[in-house]
């Protein structure tokens, strides 16, 4: 008996371990993409690169349109409304399950809601039914980065998708 519940406090603390280093990662990824575009206009060499290395490694991630992105300073974030704002809602679900320290699972019909939303927004946008709406946009990114990284934060505490 002693030895499942040592086995048990074990992978307790390892997952506990990564909801925070995923916290963290997330925390450090929302900070490189807010201050990439004060680094850009900081009139500093080596900040200046710094911030060009932050666009340069967003690219690949995102299409960086301007007219789909927010602004600071004048500039265009390193990535659009929507990716950022997915990347906050998963910040805002592990930060939470760090803080909580527990995770219940949640009903199935709240992922097909999500999905549902984020679907019905995409599909008005290819049919011109709507344009460009940066609210909408930054509202549909947050449901998807809540619902993304709970199917993540599960997996990992292994209570579904296995």
């Not at 927010?70 to 950022?84: K, Q, S, T, Y």
């Not at 679900?93 to 999905?115: D, G």
Request: proline share 4%; net charge positive.
């Amino acid at each position: 008996m002693g030895i499942h519940f040592s086995l048990f406090l074990f992978m307790q603390l390892r997952i506990n371990i990564m909801i925070r280093i995923i916290t963290i990662l997330l925390g450090l990824s929302l900070a490189a993409i807010t201050t990439a575009p004060l680094l850009m206009q900081s009139g500093n060499l080596f900040l200046n690169y710094f911030g060009t290395v932050i666009y340069f490694l967003a690219d690949p991630i995102c299409h960086q349109l301007p007219e789909r992105s927010l602004f600071i300073n004048d500039l265009p974030m390193p990535v659009c409304a929507r990716c950022f704002s997915i990347y906050l809602g998963g910040f805002f679900i592990f930060a939470l399950a760090w803080i909580k320290q527990s995770c219940k699972q949640w009903p199935n019909w709240i992922y097909y809601a999500a999905v549902s939303l984020f679907s019905i927004e995409i599909l008005l946008e290819h049919v011109n039914l709507y344009h460009n709406i940066i609210e909408l946009r930054l509202l549909s990114g947050f449901i998807l980065g809540l619902l993304l990284f709970r199917i993540l934060l599960e997996t990992i505490i292994k209570k579904r998708f296995i």
